[in-house]
Antibody, heavy 121, light 107 residues
Framework: EMQLLESGGGLVQRGGSLRLSCEAS????????MTWVRQAPGKGLEWVASIIGTDGTTYYSDSVKGRFTISRDNSKNTLFLEMHSLRAEDTAVYYC??????????????WGKGTTVTVSS | DIQMTQSPSTLSASVGDRVTIPCRAS??????LAWYQQKRGRAPKLLIYQASKLEDGVPSRFSGSGSGTEFTLTITSLQRDDFATYYCQQYADYPYTFGQGTELEMK
């Protein structure tokens, strides 16, 4: 069974940093694009970042570009999201999701349960 | 950026009803559209991809249609378990974007 397990969320002060992890199991991690999606309290889903291709090409939303870095360690089946200069508006549940392929455009077929990030002002 | 619009934000229906949830893209996305179901406090779940393809394990009462800029998620014979929020999402171009969501509530 394909599974994703996020960790690393917590309470952090405005301007602080946090590193989220997403451990994958049940599939060949290196063969699929991966994504971070977040959901602020009471709000809808917001795509944050994707990592695709054999070369690990990355894409970011404008709201996090320059502050967040998505990366992966295929030897450990783990996806990361390094977050810096955190703002109150980054407060959200962060989900990692598995793409259906390594290609540039893909849909998200498996989702983790999420980890909560709270940025205090 | 491609804007995805879902309206209404809330839809009231009863068990057994046939429900259609619309989604509009601000420019053509061909058929690069997915539908997700999210229940309160839970992660989203993929229902439909490529506008009309049913994900494995999803009940056949769910179906998707459309292409270009107009899309629809249809649920025939609504079940109690289907009351949730539904999001459309385009994956035709970056940044990926979601609709605001349509909450299906019990009438």
């Amino acid at each position: 069974e394909m599974q994703l397990l996020e960790s690393g969320g917590g309470l952090v002060q405005r301007g602080g940093s946090l590193r989220l992890s997403c451990e994958a199991s049940g599939f060949t991690f290196s063969k699929f694009a991966m994504t971070w999606v977040r959901q602020a309290p009471g709000k809808g889903l917001e795509w944050v970042a994707s990592i695709i291709g054999t070369d690990g090409t990355t894409y970011y939303s404008d709201s996090v570009k320059g502050r967040f870095t998505i990366s992966r360690d295929n030897s450990k089946n783990t996806l990361f999201l390094e977050m810096h200069s955190l703002r109150a508006e980054d407060t959200a549940v962060y989900y990692c999701a598995k793409g259906n392929s390594l290609a540039r455009y893909y849909y998200m077929e498996v989702w983790g349960k999420g980890t909560t990030v709270t940025v205090s002002s | 950026d491609i804007q995805m619009t879902q309206s209404p934000s809330t839809l009231s229906a009863s068990v057994g009803d046939r429900v259609t949830i619309p989604c509009r893209a601000s420019q053509s996305i061909s058929r690069w559209l997915a539908w997700y179901q999210q229940k309160r406090g839970r992660a989203p779940k993929l229902l439909i991809y490529q506008a009309s393809k049913l994900e494995d394990g999803v009940p056949s009462r769910f179906s998707g249609s459309g292409s270009g800029t107009e899309f629809t998620l249809t649920i025939t014979s609504l079940q109690r378990d289907d009351f949730a929020t539904y999001y459309c999402q385009q994956y035709a171009d970056y940044p990926y974007t979601f609709g605001q969501g349509t909450e299906l509530e019990m009438k």
